[in-house]
């Protein structure tokens, strides 16, 4: 099973940029990166392939950009113009096998998860 493991949070003021990281174990079909504020469920909010097709929810589209650099098993999320909306907590993770690869993606079908790392934003 692929091993995740995420880097890059911290608080930001609105308006300001964070640069998300997660280092992978393995090389995986379909990755993710997940977002869960306080008192709210965890949702995909940006989700990439192994050929770089990507899709985002529409209240990220614009501002967030996530990538991958499969030579060196990493994915990454740029965040820029963040919002207080943004606060939570992000976690990245994995699909080995080929999956639909979209943020209506189902959590229980990523099979591995790392840590999480805390974004807040503040107004």
């Known amino acids: 099973q692929v091993q995740l493991a995420e880097s890059g949070g911290g608080s930001v003021q609105s308006g300001g940029s964070l640069k998300l990281s997660c280092a992978a174990s393995?090389?995986?079909?379909?990755m993710a990166w997940f977002r869960q504020a306080p008192g709210k469920e965890r949702e995909a909010v940006a989700t990439?392939?192994?050929?770089?097709?990507?899709n985002y929810t529409d209240s990220v589209k614009g501002r967030f950009t996530i990538s991958r650099d499969n030579a060196k098993n990493t994915l990454y999320l740029q965040m820029n113009s963040l919002k207080p909306d943004d606060t939570g907590m992000y976690y990245c993770?994995?699909?080995?096998?080929?999956?639909?690869?979209?943020?209506?993606?189902?959590?229980?079908?990523?099979?591995?998860w790392g840590q999480g790392t805390q974004v807040t934003v503040s107004s």
């Open positions: 990439i392939t192994s050929s770089g097709r990507t």
């Open positions: 993770a994995a699909r080995v096998t080929p999956w639909t690869c979209r943020v209506s993606i189902d959590a229980a079908v990523m099979g591995a």
């Open positions: 393995g090389n995986a079909y379909c």
